[in-house]
Nanobody, 119 residues
Framework: QVQLVESGGGLVQPGGSLRLSCAASGSIFRVYTMGWYRQAPGKERELVAQITNSGSTNYADSMKGRFTISRDNAKNTVYLQMNSLKPEDTAVYYC?????????????WGQGTQVTVSS
């Protein structure tokens, strides 16, 4: 009923930038908190950043000052601007969203997009 589709991943050199996008579509009544997580090989999935539908944000400490999360509520889309990328930022990046199809919320995930930081 609800799909999240990420885009914008790829290969970038250390110090470079990327902008990820994630659009929610389907039978959506309302989208609440949206977020980005990442999972590096051999590691657990970790929070990158979250943003509520009123614009309040929360970042993991290691991303503060380098990453910026934003959203376009009219498009049900969340963005992640990543600057000053480091090799340790290499991971699959997933977006998620709390979505109400009727009045009941559920958490949905995207399929992930690969970000590789390497020279």
């Amino acid at each position: 009923q609800v799909q999240l589709v990420e885009s914008g991943g790829g290969l970038v050199q250390p110090g470079g930038s990327l902008r990820l996008s994630c659009a929610a579509s389907g039978s959506i009544f309302r989208v609440y908190t949206m977020g980005w997580y990442r999972q590096a090989p051999g590691k657990e999935r970790e929070l990158v950043a979250q943003i509520t539908n009123s614009g309040s944000t929360n970042y993991a400490d290691s991303m503060k000052g380098r990453f910026t999360i934003s959203r376009d509520n009219a498009k049900n889309t969340v963005y992640l601007q990543m600057n000053s990328l480091k090799p340790e930022d290499t991971a699959v990046y997933y977006c998620n969203a709390e979505v109400a199809v009727t009045t009941k919320k559920a958490l949905y995930w995207g399929q992930g997009t690969q970000v590789t930081v390497s020279s």
